[in-house]
């Protein structure tokens, strides 16, 4: 189970993590033409490597090292306090909610980022359709896992 440390919680370590993806997906948009979702880059350079581009291995690497340079640079700064956040799952969990998460994307032809960030900021309503049943699915996934189940 993922625990987040709630206690040294702040707003402006969301907020400015919200800007970045923000900031990220327009100068995706602005410079290549591409919409920033995530399953998509990912599974387009996984099914034809000879053919993506480099944009696409540089924006995941870009996403694998975020928060090794948060965690480095960044402690020191009085208003972005480094969160204690742990998972108290096995691998094989991981990859397997990974999956399940993974083939939930491509059959909904996107993922948070690409609908709910790209795509309603567009006005989709198919993002946004798509992007009320994820947080719905969230939300009961949750409330059986914690409440019936007894899980959390």
Known sequence: MLQIDWTHFTPVSALI???CI???SILLMAYLGRIAGITGIIAEACKAPYRASTWRYAFMLGLALAA???AWFLP???FLPL???SLDISWTQCIIAGLIVGFGSRLGSGCTSGHGVCGISRGSLRSIVATVL???SAFITVFVLRHLLHLS
Do not use: D, H, Q
């Open 17 to 19: 993590g919200g800007l």
């Open 22 to 24: 923000g900031l990220a």
């Open 68 to 70: 090794p340079i948060y």
């Open 76 to 78: 020191a700064l009085p």
């Open 83 to 85: 969160e204690n956040v």
């Open 134 to 136: 994820f947080m719905t």
